[in-house]
């Protein structure tokens, strides 16, 4: 079975594992999810991630992060660009998630980042997903 969307499968495993509340999931790993997953541990969403070397492909343990009381860090988080329909946006049209609450991850020619990294280096790109 191929996936269209391996992004948007890993997206759905964070999302279903923090909701259970879980520690860790493992995702499938690939270069554009190991990025998407280092803008996630720098904008302090999730702990910490590992890539896991297996026989033929790669896989990325994510550990994700709660609150003293054991709520989610992560409340919401959403696919934008799909294979079906992609989203670019100019440097000027970058967007805020949430007034600036979330974050937006976006593929930029100077790789893959957060909204406001895009913004400090003046650079567009694909917005690849929301959180918040």
Same mark, same amino acid.
């Given at each position: /079975?191929?996936?269209?969307?391996p +992004? *948007?499968d /890993?997206?759905?495993?964070i @999302?279903?594992?923090?909701? *259970? /509340?879980?520690? &860790? &999931?493992?995702?499938?790993?690939? $270069?554009? !999810?190991?990025?998407i997953?280092?803008? #996630? !541990?720098?904008?302090?969403? +999730?702990k910490?991630? =590992?890539?896991? !070397? %297996?026989d033929s492909?790669? &896989? +990325?343990?994510?550990? #994700?992060?709660y609150? !003293? %009381? @054991?709520?989610? +860090?992560i409340?919401?988080?959403? @696919?934008? %660009?799909?294979?079906g #329909?992609?989203?670019?946006?100019s440097?000027?049209?970058?967007p805020?998630?949430?007034g ?9 020619? =100077?790789?893959?980042?957060?909204? =406001? $990294?895009?913004?400090e /280096?003046?650079v567009?790109?694909?917005? #690849?997903?929301?959180i918040?």
């Amino acid at each position: /079975m191929s996936l269209t969307d391996p +992004i *948007a499968d /890993m997206l759905t495993k964070i @999302r279903n594992a923090s909701n *259970a /509340m879980h520690e &860790v &999931v493992d995702v499938p790993a690939s $270069n554009i !999810k190991k990025e998407i997953t280092r803008v #996630l !541990k720098n904008e302090g969403y +999730i702990k910490d991630f =590992k890539y896991l !070397k %297996s026989d033929s492909k790669g &896989v +990325i343990r994510i550990f #994700l992060k709660y609150t !003293k %009381s @054991r709520d989610k +860090i992560i409340s919401g988080i959403k @696919r934008i %660009s799909k294979p079906g #329909l992609r989203v670019y946006v100019s440097k000027d049209n970058i967007p805020k998630v949430l007034g600036g609450l979330g974050v937006a991850v976006m593929s930029t020619p =100077k790789g893959v980042m957060s909204d =406001k $990294n895009s913004r400090e /280096m003046n650079v567009g790109g694909e917005v #690849l997903c929301y959180i918040w």
